[in-house]
């Protein structure tokens, strides 16, 4: 007997980190093969190509991450199903506007091409279809947004809109900011907070993105100079911390002021924290003296309210007394 079910085709891994623009982009215009030695990444216009760190794109393609593995094993089981955006390169060949990771993913997988669809765009046209392609994505670190935001800015600003982010006003200068939202899942202040992060010293800007630093404190450490973020990884070390936000805020106060020194980063770093005085730490290594080797973290956290809550008790039947 003929099952009556539907055969129904799953989407691949390598369809869900697409975006719908870009699917119905590959139903409307001829999709290509092109051999992966001519797709490189976009190299930018020649101010992007001196301060982006990622070979004037923002976004980084680690061979390691999560994401990109799942790409790969689709890619090695059925191929590229989504074709990538490129641009025709004056110097030869392709740059990738959208696709990167695939494109790598397909390198790693030992394939020689990839359907693309080839667009005719300019740099400004390329940098925001890039930006707006790719932000969309869960794991985008903030360094990533951060570039991705005031690349798009910057590409806004030499078609002519207007750029001030600065404004508190409601009206014309906000145009920017609101064209960036558009394609944003942040908003208009969010947007700007992630842009300052791009004064940010590299290695500041990498602790933000292993959450060693919070985005709002990192927003305030970016208006200390640049001498004075290098200062401030000195006193981190020294003190083998990282600012909270009120500490943030004091030391972008004694930036402003022109106070700020050394010896003063390395007193602030040295405070303890209200987190801190407000937390005890029990390690395992100390918890697993008194209890069988059975125990799990959650029933030796079960066993110790327990027996507080007995203590507790009898303390308060000794006040009684």
Same mark, same amino acid.
């Given at each position: 007997?003929?099952?009556?079910?539907?055969?129904?085709?799953?989407?691949?891994?390598?369809?869900?980190?697409?975006?719908?623009?870009?699917?119905?982009?590959?139903?409307?215009?001829?999709?290509?093969?092109?051999?992966?030695?001519?797709?490189?990444?976009?190299?930018?216009?020649?101010?992007?190509?001196?301060?982006?760190?990622?070979?004037?794109?923002?976004?980084?393609?680690?061979?390691?991450?999560?994401?990109?593995?799942?790409?790969?094993?689709?890619?090695?089981?059925?191929?590229?199903?989504?074709?990538?955006?490129?641009?025709?390169?004056?110097?030869?060949?392709?740059?990738?506007?959208?696709?990167?990771?695939?494109?790598?993913?397909?390198?790693?997988?030992?394939?020689?091409?990839?359907?693309?669809?080839?667009?005719?765009?300019?740099?400004?046209?390329?940098?925001?279809?890039?930006?707006?392609?790719?932000?969309?994505?869960?794991?985008?670190?903030? +360094? /990533?947004? #951060?570039?991705?935001?005031?690349?798009?800015?910057?590409?806004? !600003?030499?078609?002519?809109?207007?750029?001030? $982010? &600065?404004?508190?006003?409601?009206?014309?200068?906000?145009?920017?900011?609101?064209?960036?939202?558009?394609?944003?899942?942040?908003?208009?202040?969010?947007?700007?907070?992630?842009?300052?992060?791009?004064?940010?010293?590299?290695?500041?800007?990498?602790?933000?993105?292993?959450?060693?630093?919070?985005?709002?404190?990192?927003?305030?450490?970016?208006?200390?100079?640049?001498?004075?973020?290098?200062?401030?990884?000195?006193?981190?070390? +020294? /003190?083998? #911390?990282?600012?909270?936000?009120?500490?943030?805020?004091?030391? !972008?106060?004694?930036?402003?002021?022109?106070? $700020? &020194?050394?010896?003063?980063?390395?007193?602030?770093?040295?405070?303890?924290?209200?987190?801190?005085?407000?937390?005890?730490?029990?390690?395992?290594?100390?918890?697993?003296?008194?209890?069988?080797?059975?125990?799990?973290?959650?029933?030796?956290?079960?066993?110790?309210?327990?027996?507080?809550?007995?203590?507790?008790?009898?303390?308060?039947?000794?006040?009684?007394?």
């Amino acid at each position: 007997m003929k099952s009556s079910a539907k055969k129904v085709e799953l989407a691949s891994v390598d369809d869900l980190f697409t975006t719908e623009q870009e699917r119905q982009q590959a139903g409307e215009e001829r999709v290509v093969r092109i051999p992966l030695s001519q797709l490189h990444y976009f190299k930018g216009y020649p101010a992007m190509q001196t301060e982006v760190p990622f070979a004037g794109q923002p976004y980084r393609v680690k061979d390691d991450d999560p994401k990109m593995l799942e790409t790969l094993d689709s890619i090695r089981q059925r191929g590229v199903r989504t074709p990538g955006l490129v641009r025709p390169d004056p110097d030869g060949g392709y740059e990738i506007i959208s696709g990167h990771r695939r494109h790598r993913a397909s390198e790693l997988a030992g394939l020689e091409d990839m359907p693309v669809i080839i667009r005719e765009m300019n740099d400004e046209e390329a940098v925001i279809e890039m930006v707006d392609a790719n932000i969309q994505r869960e794991d985008v670190l903030p +360094s /990533e947004k #951060a570039w991705a935001y005031r690349m798009k800015l910057e590409a806004i !600003k030499r078609q002519g809109e207007r750029t001030d $982010l &600065t404004s508190a006003q409601v009206g014309p200068k906000l145009t920017a900011a609101e064209k960036i939202a558009e394609n944003s899942p942040d908003s208009k202040s969010q947007i700007k907070r992630y842009i300052r992060l791009t004064e940010l010293i590299p290695e500041l800007l990498n602790m933000v993105d292993e959450k060693k630093i919070a985005l709002n404190p990192a927003y305030e450490l970016s208006f200390l100079k640049k001498e004075e973020q290098r200062d401030l990884l000195d006193a981190m070390d +020294s /003190e083998q #911390a990282t600012p909270s936000l009120s500490q943030a805020q004091r030391l !972008k106060k004694y930036s402003q002021e022109g106070h $700020l &020194t050394l010896d003063m980063m390395r007193v602030i770093m040295g405070e303890e924290k209200k987190s801190d005085l407000d937390k005890v730490t029990l390690s395992a290594d100390i918890l697993r003296k008194y209890f069988p080797k059975s125990y799990t973290p959650q029933r030796m956290q079960e066993t110790i309210i327990k027996l507080l809550e007995g203590w507790q008790k009898k303390r308060q039947r000794d006040q009684e007394r």
